[in-house]
């Protein structure tokens, strides 16, 4: 990448970069100051939330470091946490990363058992009138680990209007993300061969309970039979003998 000195305007303070991790792909980063990072990338940073000791998180942006198109990174700032010996003081350091939505995204979906379609939105992108698009991708449940298909950008609203979609907001940072996940084409249609297989099985087992039903009742009717055949046999021996006495 090829860089050049830009003018900028003397600001009140700067926050210059002191440490990188990885170095090696970020080199170009250390002792620029953050804030002008942020503004050269066209980000919005609450200044308001970053003086309250807030996380902070920025617009999408495309980093620099490759030409990945499957999604956005955003960057995320946090200030740490106020001393209460001093809790008017404006933070002096900070944390920054900067992350990759499509890896968030990979991360999410671990443990996937079916097809389906997920995306993440940033309701709070000032730069769009719509939720700004961050990532979407197909799941496709493998042995090992899912695999993903990221989608061309969509908007919030396309995906709003099926009804196979379901959407969540959750905060992050000083913001909210909407996360939409759809259903995969044929992903829960039922196997039609599955359906006629019980209807079988269910057909037979109703066909061999009527014939325990039937050759049950048979049987005790039998026996009903036999003992009051028994009971009369016995009945006309006790009057046989009966008479044979009185005579």
Same mark, same amino acid.
């Given at each position: 990448?090829?860089?050049?000195?830009?003018?900028?305007?003397?600001?009140?303070?700067?926050?210059?970069?002191?440490? !990188? /991790?990885?170095?090696? %792909?970020?080199?170009?980063?250390?002792? +620029? @100051?953050?804030?002008?990072?942020? =503004?050269?990338?066209?980000?919005?940073?609450?200044?308001?939330?970053?003086?309250?000791?807030?996380?902070?998180?920025?617009?999408?942006?495309?980093?620099?470091?490759?030409?990945?198109?499957?999604?956005?990174?955003?960057?995320?700032?946090?200030?740490?946490?106020?001393?209460?010996?001093?809790?008017?003081?404006?933070?002096?350091?900070?944390?920054?990363?900067?992350?990759?939505?499509?890896?968030?995204?990979?991360?999410? !979906? /671990?443990?996937?058992? %079916?097809?389906?379609?997920?995306?993440? +939105? @940033?309701?709070?992108?000032?730069? =769009?009138?719509?939720?700004?698009?961050?990532?979407?991708?197909?799941?496709?449940?493998?042995?090992?680990?899912?695999?993903?298909?990221?989608?061309?950008?969509?908007?919030?609203?396309?995906?709003?209007?099926?009804?196979?979609?379901?959407?969540?907001?959750?905060?992050?940072?000083?913001?909210?993300?909407?996360?939409?996940?759809?259903?995969?084409?044929?992903?829960?249609?039922?196997?039609?061969?599955?359906?006629?297989?019980?209807?079988?099985?269910?057909?037979?087992?109703?066909?061999?309970?009527?014939?325990?039903?039937?050759?049950?009742?048979?049987?005790?009717?039998?026996?009903?039979?036999?003992?009051?055949?028994?009971?009369?046999?016995?009945?006309?021996?006790?009057?046989?003998?009966?008479?044979?006495?009185?005579?």
């Amino acid at each position: 990448m090829n860089f050049a000195i830009e003018p900028r305007t003397t600001q009140p303070f700067y926050m210059p970069a002191h440490y !990188v /991790e990885p170095f090696e %792909e970020n080199r170009w980063f250390v002792e +620029f @100051d953050t804030f002008s990072i942020v =503004q050269l990338n066209e980000t919005d940073f609450d200044q308001d939330a970053t003086a309250l000791w807030t996380p902070n998180l920025s617009e999408r942006v495309r980093e620099p470091i490759h030409e990945d198109t499957s999604g956005y990174s955003v960057f995320f700032f946090h200030p740490g946490i106020a001393l209460p010996t001093h809790p008017n003081q404006f933070p002096m350091d900070a944390a920054g990363m900067m992350i990759h939505v499509p890896d968030v995204l990979r991360t999410a !979906v /671990e443990g996937q058992a %079916e097809q389906t379609f997920a995306y993440i +939105f @940033d309701n709070d992108d000032v730069l =769009q009138e719509e939720p700004a698009f961050l990532a979407g991708a197909r799941i496709d449940p493998g042995e090992d680990a899912a695999d993903l298909v990221f989608q061309e950008e969509i908007e919030l609203a396309t995906l709003d209007s099926q009804d196979d979609c379901i959407s969540k907001i959750i905060p992050v940072g000083n913001r909210e993300w909407t996360v939409v996940v759809c259903k995969a084409g044929g992903a829960y249609d039922a196997s039609t061969v599955f359906v006629v297989l019980g209807g079988v099985t269910i057909f037979a087992a109703c066909l061999c309970l009527a014939a325990w039903f039937w050759t049950t009742s048979r049987r005790i009717t039998r026996i009903n039979d036999i003992r009051a055949a028994a009971e009369h046999e016995k009945a006309c021996l006790i009057v046989k003998n009966a008479e044979k006495t009185a005579r």
